[in-house]
């Protein structure tokens, strides 16, 4: 079942539990300093796939008001062709931030879509919809999962705290006891 957490969070390590703090310090020799660097490693892996996700989910969320008004712009011009057949068509495009330009549409029987790396295709209106609603229905599914992610992540970030801050606590009271048992060896 380990195996299928796993999978399904982007192969984020599950964060174990230190239950048995002096059963567990047994097993990885007694030296609370490396077990502290250990879990200290994780975290920061843990903290790197974190900020890794947040940019992504930033980004894909960012896309989604872009294909919103592109698929509005697209149902728009269906609309214009079925209403207006043999008109033109004035609008305004956008050429840089702020900065428009009036145009005259003769034929509106396709768009263009940017598809990335500075690549644009010309669709017809009906085959540009059903990319644009299935880029979106992507979008949201990938952002969703990204999200369950980021909740997965953030609960073995808190694992991973608390185990050290266990491992710590343990280890304050191991040198205390040490500490009070040499002072009475000494006063003996």
Not at 18 to 38: Q, T
Not at 46 to 55: D, F, G, T, V, W
Not at 142 to 162: A, G, P, Y
């Amino acid at each position: 079942m380990e195996q299928t957490a796993s999978k399904e969070h982007l192969g984020i390590p599950k964060a174990e539990f230190i239950e048995d703090v002096a059963g567990y310090m047994e097993k990885h020799g007694g030296d609370a300093e490396s077990v502290l660097k250990f879990l200290d490693a994780q975290l920061c892996r843990y903290n790197a796939m974190n900020s890794n996700l947040n940019a992504r989910r930033s980004y894909l969320r960012n896309q989604c008001p872009e294909l919103n008004k592109t698929l509005e712009m697209i149902k728009l011009l269906r609309e214009k062709k079925v209403y207006q057949d043999d008109q033109e068509l004035k609008t305004k495009f956008l050429l840089t931030d702020h900065v428009y330009a009036d145009a005259t549409l003769d034929s509106f029987d396709s768009v263009g879509l940017w598809l990335g790396a500075n690549v644009m295709l010309e669709y017809p209106l009906d085959e540009a919809l059903d990319i644009v609603n299935e880029n979106l229905s992507h979008v949201v599914k990938s952002e969703k999962i990204l999200s369950d992610d980021l909740l997965f992540l953030r609960d073995q970030i808190t694992t991973t705290e608390v185990s050290m801050a266990r491992v710590y606590n343990y280890n304050v009271e191991k040198k205390r006891k040490a500490n009070a048992s040499n002072a009475a060896v000494k006063s003996a």
